[in-house]
């Protein structure tokens, strides 16, 4: 057996609902947007670095990706101009015998700039 509790007098359909009118906050977050400042580290940046690092970020903001694939970081290197060279390439411009320069050389060249 169900026993009606309500009371008679009290029909929700009958009430005038109070309405709030004020003004709705604004739940999105604004996100926060690192910028890239070679000033923060404990080592000066090369200009190469530099100008990948800011083509990340702008890659970053166009695209609204704040980890972007493999795939999308060979795409700003490519933009950039940067591209793997061939074999007959490497040949014919003689870079097939051209040695990395060793950590202590670029450091030593750096250090003239």
Do not use: W
Request: charged share 40%; hydrophobic share 25%; net charge negative.
């Amino acid at each position: 057996m169900t026993i009606d509790r309500r009371r008679p007098d009290s029909d929700r359909r009958q009430a005038e609902p109070e309405l709030d009118t004020s003004e709705v906050p604004n739940r999105r977050k604004k996100q926060r947007r690192r910028h890239i400042d070679p000033t923060t580290c404990e080592r000066d940046y090369s200009d190469p670095e530099i100008e990948f690092m800011q083509a990340m970020d702008d890659y970053k903001r166009r695209s609204g990706r704040m980890f972007p694939t493999c795939s999308e970081v060979l795409e700003v290197v490519r933009n950039l101009g940067y591209y793997r060279l061939t074999a007959d390439q490497i040949e014919d411009l003689g870079l097939g015998n051209v040695e990395e320069p060793s950590k202590d050389e670029l450091e030593a060249s750096e250090e003239t700039l």
